[in-house]
T-cell receptor, first 115, second 116 residues
Framework: AQSVTQLDSQVPVFEEAPVELRCNYS??????LFWYVQYPNQGLQLLLK??????LVKGINGFEAEFNKSQTSFHLRKPSVHISDTAEYFC?????????????FGTGTQLKVEL | DTGVSQDPRHKITKRGQNVTFRCDPI?????LYWYRQTLGQGPEFLTY????????KSRLLSDRFSAERPKGSFSTLEIQRTEQGDSAMYLC??????????????FGPGTRLTVT
């Protein structure tokens, strides 16, 4: 079974500053990795995904993440945040089963962007 | 396409009552997933369908829970004899089943259940 750890439950940051949200995973097999964002009272929106290939993945809204197999990490970064980036961010993992893509989520990181 | 929709958005029920939620996926998506999200936690997988077939169920899905997708389009999730521990946000997601699109799940806004 796989699991995801998001060590930071809250990350405060000033507008236009860079931010990194950390995600570590554990799995005995190859995995696929995802970052989702959840705005208040809304469902989750896919920011980016890593399936294979280049370890640096670019997503929507200026976010990017780097897959590091040796450190089993998939940290999310943005060089300059905006007030509208305030939301809950979830890292998730799945593995190839030949069937459905069952996601295992971390507990989330609340990003709070301040003026 | 309007995306994944869920109904109702909020449901308050008394302990012991039965509740049913509906999910309408994106029309061309043949995979449909249900997740449960409790306060301060990430979503947890409950079950998924490929067309009308329910292919996997989590151990979280006790015998009080049942899900259906009778014609391979919308799905319902029923909880019988609700308990206070069932209070959560119930999320539905859908995806295609081929290629990279298989890995892109689109989530609905969720149904927030409160059991009093």
């Amino acid at each position: 079974a796989q699991s995801v750890t998001q060590l930071d439950s809250q990350v405060p940051v000033f507008e236009e500053a860079p931010v990194e949200l950390r995600c570590n995973y554990s799995s005995s097999v190859s995995v696929y990795l995802f970052w989702y964002v959840q705005y208040p009272n809304q469902g989750l929106q896919l920011l980016l995904k890593y399936l294979s290939g280049s370890t640096l993945v670019k997503g929507i809204n200026g976010f990017e993440a780097e897959f590091n197999k040796s450190q089993t990490s998939f940290h999310l970064r943005k060089p300059s945040v905006h007030i509208s980036d305030t939301a809950e961010y979830f890292c998730a993992v799945s593995r190839f089963t030949g069937g459905g893509n069952k996601l295992t989520f971390g507990t989330g990181t609340q990003l709070k962007v301040e003026l | 396409d309007t995306g994944v929709s869920q109904d109702p958005r909020h449901k308050i029920t008394k302990r012991g009552q039965n509740v049913t939620f509906r999910c309408d996926p994106i029309s061309e998506h043949n995979r449909l997933y249900w997740y449960r999200q409790t306060l301060g936690q990430g979503p947890e997988f409950l079950t998924y369908f490929q067309n009308e077939a329910q292919l996997e169920k989590s151990r979280l899905l006790s015998d009080r829970f049942s899900a259906e997708r009778p014609k391979g389009s919308f799905s319902t999730l029923e909880i019988q004899r609700t308990e206070q521990g069932d209070s959560a946000m119930y999320l539905c997601a859908s995806s295609e089943s081929t290629g990279e699109a298989n890995y892109e799940q689109y989530f609905g806004p969720g149904t927030r259940l409160t059991v009093t």
